[in-house]
């Protein structure tokens, strides 16, 4: 059980810092949210699933904290991008200046 | 509690005040206040003529905070409280008539003007009446106080003046504050006798200082030279009865409340003791023949009347701090009796203007003139109010100023002599300024149909130029008085009787002085009349000047810029010293004011709160490594 | 009126440095990490006599409960102001359109609400357990209430009316609870419940009371300043 | 009654301010239209306050009672300490709230009134020092709220301003706060007071100045003070009259208090005695210049703290005696002024305005002149070159204010001549009745004459008080029984 | 005594929030002021968390970081402040409706 | 040692940032940020008062409470305060709200200018005289032949 936690942990921590390198590599704003997002979701997730193997007693919480990242991370940067667009940042092109 | 003598003076007094405000606002309603003004001369007079006790006390002592007030009169002041009562029953007697009619229609309210004369004889009473230092300091303010009231009461520029007044005045009454309070601290009583040890135990420099302070604080009041800018303008625009009574006593409280620390709380060594080398006796001489010399020749430059008469008020205070400066018998006694003259003349004088002013609406003197033949008793009053003033026999004038005068003489003072001298030069020309603007000449067209004033008006006019003229000539009787009161003081008591002084160096008889007088002007009427001469009017436009006759239209009356000659001639001695010492003063707080109040109104508050609290922090910082609690 | 020189503009930097430096000499001077717990030992060996795990909660809402009745005075006082100095400032609502913020996010924002306050109900309750409590949980249960304004649906949900006789009755009760106990012939804001077990749910006696009302009030409050702050609702009391 | 109700006293109007906007709603009143309900309502709570205070405080003088909230012992609770001084401060705010209530006012103002009265009276009592700052935190949002309520366009940026101030002066506060708990580990004054004697260094005269700063905000103390024109020139006069009258007297008696009880130390004093004096002359000199009334007796109440620091910095009996009198005779006399300045002035009325500045400026036998007399008197007893400096400022800010106060007169005089013209009775004719904030004027220059009259005993009575909270042992004897109990 | 890992959380922390505070006085953009502050009370939170203060610490990232910006941000818009590009502003005009009154206010 | 002077030098280094904020900006709503900052400086400030080394938090573990744990009342205090302050944020920011509603402008000096302005006028105050120049003066108003 630990090993397995400890795995998901590591997984997830890797993805966390994927995330954040993409932060720095992505050429702009739409493609940050992205990374920001996309790995930090699944890093956060597999962090959760972690700590449940190793805490089991914690599921309930942890279930819903799940939940919130779920229905937070996607929404927020859905928005974000939106609002981005529409105060007129055009998205990068293959071929832009980064 | 057993009514004292003093108890039913105050009682009066304050029955005064209480029914100037119920019946004040009927004309006749003043009579019976006059009424309880002849009252309380009365008992005054019982007070000063009883031989059995110099002092009276009140039965009513007030133990306020700790300190025990009370009051009593002596000698001292009993004169100044029998000169005060005096003025007000002439003055509200004055009031009562015609002239109240007439300023009750100008808009004035009679009841206030009332209530204001009441309030200040009583507040007046209070401060001669103190017994001890804390009940002078509070008679002194509520005095202040009420007259600043009177001089408030007409509004406009008087109100200005009188906002003046009071800035003044409060500078005084808060040097004599510290000053009292340095003294209380130290003697840790308010009692005169406790504070008179008190003095001699301190430094003898400390104690000269609190001294003069207070003498400063309480000189503010009579006018002394650098603090005298507000009196004349004060007193002028005060409603006219207001003005007499202010100018008759009111300016003299400061020489009382002086003599009154100088002699009986500091026991009147103090005056030979020299601050800085300069002897303070000497010091004081010498401001004083500059409030004689400085007012009087301001008084020559002025162009009303009440102006004029003010600034003489100022001037003549300073005889009698000069005389009284003397420590003599002569001087002393001159000293205080030029007090008692100089309310008499001032407010003849006083009233006199008011007279013309309640006739003519003015009292420009470029713009009156030929009075004499409408109002005839009037220029009586004036006449002989102007010759009191001049200081010339047989009016009273003479004798105090020749008290003066001896007394500089025998003390080998020349230049001070010298100096009252030549303000005595300026006193007679201004006088006569005032009398020969408005009074002689010829009359002008719009004032031909007016009448002399009535009777409530005149006579104590009147009466007041008798008095001028008897106490001229019977200087013994308030000569008997100011003994009384320098004896309170400890002050040394000339010799006297009924006609004069009776001194070493040459003794002064007014009846014999009069009776020349009298028998000269007797012996030179005698020539006239006897050689058949008469007098022989004279059509006022019978005249000529320069050649061309003078027709109603243009009718030629010297009146305006009086004195021309002589004003150029001293011209460069009046640039306004004082006047613009005042005005450096009060730029100088205006441009700090502005600074601090830069303060408040800074676009960023907490930079001032920034800087302080480092400022503060740094002398924490400082100061606490001595350590503390905590 | 108002004289700024600009030569003058640096001053205040420097006296800012000094601010610091007298400060920080201040402080150095006191022993870091080695509190006297001069009150706080007493705190501690009381032992939990209030039946708090929390000894935060305890000194919050136990031993200094008078500062937490003046805090939440604070919050009412201010969301009262607020409320006082914005009505008639004229103002369109300002949450964006929903068509502009998206489909996602008032669809997400109907799914958390729910989320939201049970979360906030879950930290107020356990606050006398765990870390948060009434201040905590309110927020988030304001923060809860506000979403639907930001997505652009406010009014259906913020009954202004409601809101505040809420918050009336959770102050109302805070103060109600104290004065219980004065009924009782005890002090003023005494905890008077029995104590329980340290560490259970119910426990501690009045403090989970307590919180609830806090957490209640302050959701409350914040929730109508927030709306306050992002709309001209004309107030309730006033129909326009 | 049990001492214990004594709480009551800040809870009860926290309760109804709590309760009163579901209550105007169930009413169905109208948030901006007038309620007498809810002004009675209002009314009745401060004067329930009152009842309770009188209740309970009647031998307070002789004997001090201390109040443990919840029931925990001091030093690790709360206390709410009644001693004479803040006795009379509650009795003053009490009365001052009853007759200075806007009787017009929207709900909400009632609200945030009742709040101001709450944490007044929390001022007064509290004794224990991070819960003074609650109630000073309190106070102040109260204040700015019913401020920027006020009309004219000026009042938000007002507000705004003061609350900057206000802020800076909170967060300089609690770092001295800060300061004192780490030094100490306590925050309860007498448990403090107690530990007063064993700490040395700068650091307890830092706290204190930090704390003198911060509080000093609402005491109008120089430099943290540049609110007091602005703000009592765009509030109503009655707002202006309960915050210079008492809200102001508050915080220096806050300041005081812990001045007396924790800062023995003579050092501590002489900030005290600097900043007073700056005050004095700032506050006098900015009135002299300043050309409107309401500005006028903004910074003259400015000059007015600034006196009353400098009389505290003496921390002598005599000295607290001399600041108390004066405190107490400004609470009299400025909202007497304000209220009337905001009138049209008829004869009676400036009657009234001159008696309150003849007393402001101190001329006997009014009260004034027995404060400035004692402090006078206190200022030369204590000696030392600053209190000499301090004396003569005293004395030439006399003179300067009242060169400035008796520009009312000329007011009067402006505003009547035109309509005096004719004859007198059309005067009589044009004085308008009093109204409310005149009769309280009244009533205030009543109770101006009744205290000339009966100067002894008063002056006797605050005497002891000023002996009773200058007692350090006396207070922590008096909340060690109450540990006992 | 200290062990190195807090010490260096710390020390970044500290600069994390002298930064956020510095920039949040000083960079132009209003609203990069509000994240500014957010980000400093995220950091204090954080560093709550360290000094064994965790309900402080929820309560600084709850009512610093969350309601505070989160208030911040509101008034952002109703004061005018957001938006840099002009159209940004043009949308916000539209929105928010809130002129200034300066016209009636320099008339009167 | 290192450790508090790390953490004494961002706590007064905050509060005095926010302090020169105040002091300094020239635009009201960073004065406003200035007072957060300084609020979050004198926050940690007071934590920093109540930590402990080696101290855990001041819950019930395993049982009891830790036996060296740091000060809980000042982080009550803190918990205290930092409510407070975001209470006045949300007054100031509604202060400001109206302020703007009114004037227009949310900088410093014309803000104040116009308030001066605005005072003056509610006071019935005229401008005819250079404002450096002290009016009613009881002393200068009156002149006198000399």
Redesign the interface.
């Known amino acids: 059980m630990g090993v397995v936690g400890d795995l998901f942990l590591l997984f997830g921590a890797l993805f966390c810092a994927l995330g954040a390198l993409g932060l720095v590599r992505m050429p702009d704003v739409y493609n940050r949210i992205q990374a920001g997002t996309k790995a930090v979701t699944l890093g956060l997730l597999s962090l959760l699933v972690g700590v449940a193997f190793h805490q089991p007693a914690w599921i309930p919480k942890l279930l819903v904290i799940a939940l919130f990242v779920l229905l937070t991370n996607p929404v927020g940067s859905t928005t974000l991008a939106r609002a981005f667009l529409r105060s007129g940042i055009e998205p990068w092109k293959r071929g832009d200046k980064r | 509690m057993e009514l004292a003598l003093l108890d039913m003076l105050g009682i009066f007094a304050v029955g005064t005040v209480i029914l100037s405000l119920l019946v004040g606002e009927h004309v006749r309603g003043g009579q019976q206040l006059s009424l309880l003004y002849l009252l309380q001369l009365v008992i005054v007079s019982f007070m000063v003529s009883s031989s059995e006790s110099t002092q009276f006390s009140s039965a009513l002592t007030l133990e306020l905070q700790g300190v025990t007030m009370s009051w009593r009169l002596d000698g001292l002041g009993l004169y100044f409280a029998l000169i005060t009562v005096a003025t007000a029953l002439f003055v509200s007697v004055y009031m009562v008539g015609a002239w109240g009619a007439h300023y009750r229609k100008q808009g004035g309210s009679l009841p206030l003007l009332h209530f204001a004369l009441s309030l200040n004889v009583l507040t007046m009473l209070l401060l001669l009446a103190s017994g001890d230092l804390l009940s002078l300091f509070i008679g002194w303010e509520l005095a202040s106080w009420s007259a600043f009231l009177l001089m408030a009461l007409a509004g406009g520029t008087a109100l200005k003046s009188a906002l003046r007044y009071l800035v003044y005045a409060m500078a005084g009454a808060m040097m004599v504050f510290g000053a009292i309070a340095i003294l209380v601290v130290e003697a840790g009583s308010f009692q005169f006798a406790a504070v008179n040890s008190a003095l001699v135990q301190l430094e003898a420099e400390t104690s000269l200082l609190l001294l003069l302070l207070v003498v400063a604080g309480f000189g503010v009041k009579m006018g002394l030279l650098p603090f005298h800018l507000w009196q004349a303008s004060a007193y002028a625009e005060t409603p006219g009865p207001g003005a007499a009574f202010l100018g008759a006593i009111s300016s003299r409280l400061g020489l009382f409340a002086i003599l009154l620390v100088l002699f009986k709380v500091a026991g009147g060594g103090w005056l030979n003791q020299s601050l800085a080398g300069v002897s303070s006796q000497t010091l004081l001489a010498w401001v004083a023949v500059a409030t004689i010399i400085f007012p009087t020749f301001t008084a020559m430059r002025q162009n009303d009347a009440r102006e004029l008469l003010a600034w003489h008020g100022i001037g003549q205070g300073g005889y009698m701090l000069l005389g009284i400066a003397m420590m003599d018998p002569l001087g002393a006694a001159g000293g205080l009796l030029h007090v008692f003259n100089h309310a008499t003349y001032q407010a003849a004088l006083f009233l006199a203007v008011s007279a013309v002013i309640y006739r003519t609406g003015s009292s420009d003197l470029n713009h009156l003139g030929g009075l004499v033949v409408r109002m005839p008793l009037t220029f009586v009053t004036m006449l002989v109010g102007i010759i009191g003033l001049a200081g010339l026999p047989p009016t009273n004038g003479f004798v105090s100023k020749w008290l003066v005068y001896r007394s500089l003489l025998e003390q080998g003072e020349v230049l001070l002599f010298v100096g009252a001298v030549v303000g005595t030069l300026g006193t007679i020309l201004s006088v006569y300024k005032l009398i020969h603007n408005s009074f002689l000449g010829s009359l002008r067209l719009e004032h031909q149909p007016i009448r002399e004033v009535p009777w409530t008006m005149w006579l104590p006019m009147l009466l007041l130029s008798l008095i001028i003229l008897l106490s001229g000539i019977f200087p013994g009787v308030p000569l008997q008085w100011v003994s009384a009161a320098l004896l309170s003081i400890g002050l040394p008591v000339p010799e006297f009787n009924l006609g004069g002084v009776v001194a070493e160096g040459g003794s002064l008889d007014m009846r014999i002085i009069s009776g020349v007088l009298f028998a000269g002007f007797a012996m030179a009427a005698l020539i006239f009349y006897g050689m058949g001469g008469r007098s022989r009017r004279v059509n006022p436009l019978d005249n000529y000047a320069g050649g061309h006759f003078l027709y109603a239209a243009n009718r030629y009356h010297y009146s305006n810029n009086f004195y021309a000659g002589l004003m150029h001639l001293i011209k460069p001695w009046y640039r306004g010293l004082f006047q613009r010492i005042e005005q450096a003063v009060v730029r100088l707080l205006a441009v700090a004011a502005g600074l601090v109040q830069g303060i408040y109104l800074q676009a960023q508050a907490g930079r001032m709160a920034l800087v302080v609290t480092v400022l503060l922090l740094w002398w924490g910082s400082y100061v606490g490594q001595g350590g503390g609690g905590l | ?4 020189h600009r030569s003058m ?1 640096w ?3 420097l ?6 430096f ?9 022993p ?13 060996q ?3 006599e209030l039946g708090a ?8 809402l ?10 939440l ?15 008639g ?1 004229k ?2 609502t ?1 949450s ?2 929903c068509e ?3 489909e ?2 008032e669809q ?1 924002s109907t ?2 609400l729910p ?1 939201l306050i ?2 906030g109900f879950y ?1 107020i309750t356990h606050g006398h ?5 009434g ?2 949980g309110g ?2 249960i ?2 809860a209430l ?1 979403l639907p304004t930001l997505a652009g649906r406010g009014a259906a949900l913020l009954n202004h ?1 409601l809101i ?2 809420v ?3 959770a ?2 009760l805070f ?2 609870l ?2 219980a ?2 009924l009782q ?7 008077w419940l029995p104590v329980g077990e ?2 259970a749910l119910f426990s501690a006696g009045t403090l989970p009371l307590l919180y609830l009302a806090v957490g209640i009030k ?1 959701g409350a409050e ?1 929730a109508a ?2 709306t ?3 709309t001209n609702v004309p ?4 129909p326009r | 009654m049990s001492t214990e109700w004594l709480p009551l006293v800040v809870a009860l109007p926290l309760l109804v301010a709590f309760l009163l906007q579901p209550l105007a709603h169930w009413l169905g009143v109208r948030a901006e239209r007038p309620s007498p309900v809810l002004y009675g309502l209002s009314l009745m709570t401060i004067a329930a306050t009152l009842w309770i205070t009188l209740q309970l405080g009647s031998d307070v003088i002789a004997q001090p009672l201390s109040v443990t909230m919840g029931g925990f012992n001091t030093p690790v609770g709360i206390n709410l300490y009644l001693d004479g001084l803040a006795y009379l401060l509650l009795l003053a705010t009490q009365l001052a709230l009853l007759l200075l209530w806007p009787a017009g006012a929207a709900v909400r103002t009632h609200v945030l009134l009742l709040v101001l009265a709450a944490s007044s009276m929390g001022l007064a009592l509290s004794g224990d020092l991070f819960n003074l700052y609650v109630f000073y935190e309190l106070l102040a949002v109260a204040t700015f709220g019913l401020i920027a309520a006020s009309p004219g366009r000026a009042a938000p940026l007002v507000s705004f301003r003061y609350l900057l101030l206000s802020g800076m002066g909170s967060v300089l506060a609690l770092s001295g706060i800060a300061l004192i708990y780490s030094h100490s580990g306590s925050l309860n004054l007498a448990d403090l007071s107690m530990l007063a004697a064993s700490g040395e260094g700068s650091l307890p005269i830092a706290a204190f100045l930090l704390i003198l700063v911060g509080f000093g905000v609402k005491a109008e103390l120089f430099a943290v003070n540049s609110w007091v024109p602005e703000v009592y020139s765009v509030t109503s006069s009655r707002f202006a009259a309960l915050l210079a009258g008492v809200v102001s007297k508050l915080a220096v008696v806050m300041i005081v208090r812990i001045l007396l009880l924790l800062f023995p130390q003579p050092e501590a004093t002489d900030p005290l005695l600097l900043l007073g004096i700056l005050g004095l002359v700032s506050g006098e000199l900015a009135a002299w210049r300043s050309n409107d009334f309401r500005r006028m007796l903004a910074y003259s109440s400015i000059g007015q703290l600034g006196m009353i620091f400098i009389a505290f910095s003496l921390s002598l009996e005599l000295g607290l005696f001399a600041g108390l009198a004066l405190s107490f005779h400004h609470m009299v006399v400025k909202p007497g002024l304000f209220l009337l300045l905001q009138q049209p002035l008829s004869r009676w009325r400036v009657v009234l305005l001159i008696l309150f500045a003849l007393s402001l400026v101190g001329v006997p036998p009014l009260p004034g002149f027995w404060a400035k007399l004692a402090l006078l008197t206190g200022l030369v007893e204590v000696g030392g070159w600053l209190n000499g400096v301090a004396a003569v400022t005293f004395l030439v800010a006399t003179v300067v204010e009242a060169g400035y106060l008796f520009r009312i007169v000329q007011r009067y005089y402006q505003e009547e001549r035109p309509i005096a013209g004719s004859t007198s009775s059309t005067v009589a004719a044009v004085e308008s009745p009093w109204g409310w904030e005149g009769g309280v004027a009244l009533m205030l220059g009543g109770v101006l004459l009744a205290v000339t009259l009966t100067i002894n005993p008063v002056t006797e009575q605050l005497q002891q008080i000023a002996l009773q909270s200058g007692d350090r042992e006396r207070l922590i004897s008096t909340i060690t029984v109450s540990e006992v109990e | 005594m200290a062990d190195p890992l807090m010490l260096w959380i710390s020390a970044l922390l500290v600069v994390v929030m002298w930064a956020a505070a510095l920039s949040a006085l000083l960079l132009k953009s209003h609203l990069a002021a509000v994240v500014s502050t957010s980000l400093l009370s995220l950091g204090l939170s954080l560093l709550f968390v360290l000094l064994r203060a965790p309900d402080v610490a929820l309560t600084e990232g709850v009512v610093g970081a969350g309601l505070s910006s989160l208030i911040l941000a509101l008034a952002l818009i109703r004061l005018g402040l957001v938006g840099g590009s002009p159209r940004e502003r043009e949308v916000l005009s539209e929105t928010v409706g809130d002129k200034p009154v300066t016209e009636r206010g320099s008339q009167q | 040692m290192t450790l508090a002077i790390i953490l004494y030098t961002g706590a007064i280094g905050l509060l005095v940032i926010g302090l020169a904020g105040v002091v300094m900006s020239s635009h009201l709503f960073r004065m406003l940020l200035g007072l957060v900052i300084a609020e979050a400086g004198a926050n940690l400030l007071l934590i920093l008062a109540g930590y402990r080394w080696g101290g855990a938090a001041p819950i019930w573990q395993a049982g009891q409470f830790p036996t060296t744990m740091v000060d809980p009342v000042p982080q009550a205090m803190v918990l205290t305060a930092i409510v407070i302050g975001v209470g006045v944020q949300a007054l100031a920011i509604a202060l400001l709200i109206r302020h703007r509603h009114y004037s227009g402008t949310l900088q410093r000096t014309g803000g104040l200018n116009q308030l001066q302005a605005d005072l003056d006028r509610e006071a019935g105050v005229r401008h005819t005289r250079s404002s450096d120049a002290p009016t009613l003066n009881p002393l200068t108003e009156v002149e006198h032949v000399h």
């Open positions: 009126m108002s004289r700024e503009a001053t205040p930097l006296f800012s440095g000094g601010l610091a007298m400060l920080f000499s201040l402080f150095m001077a006191v870091f990490g080695e509190p006297l717990m001069r009150v706080g030992g007493m705190i501690q009381t032992d939990g795990a929390n000894l935060v909660t305890a000194v919050v136990g031993y200094r409960a008078l500062d937490t009745l003046g805090e005075a604070i919050l009412f006082a201010a969301s009262t102001s607020v409320g006082l100095i914005l009505t400032v103002q369109r300002v964006v359109e502009e913020l998206g996602l996010f997400a799914l958390l989320l049970m979360v930290i357990l765990t870390p948060g409590g201040f905590q927020v988030i304001a923060v506000f009316r505040q006789q918050e009336g009755g102050g109302a103060i109600l104290g004065v106990a004065l012939g005890e002090s003023f804001l005494q905890p340290i560490g302050v914040l300043l927030l306050h702050l992002s107030s309730p009391e006033v």
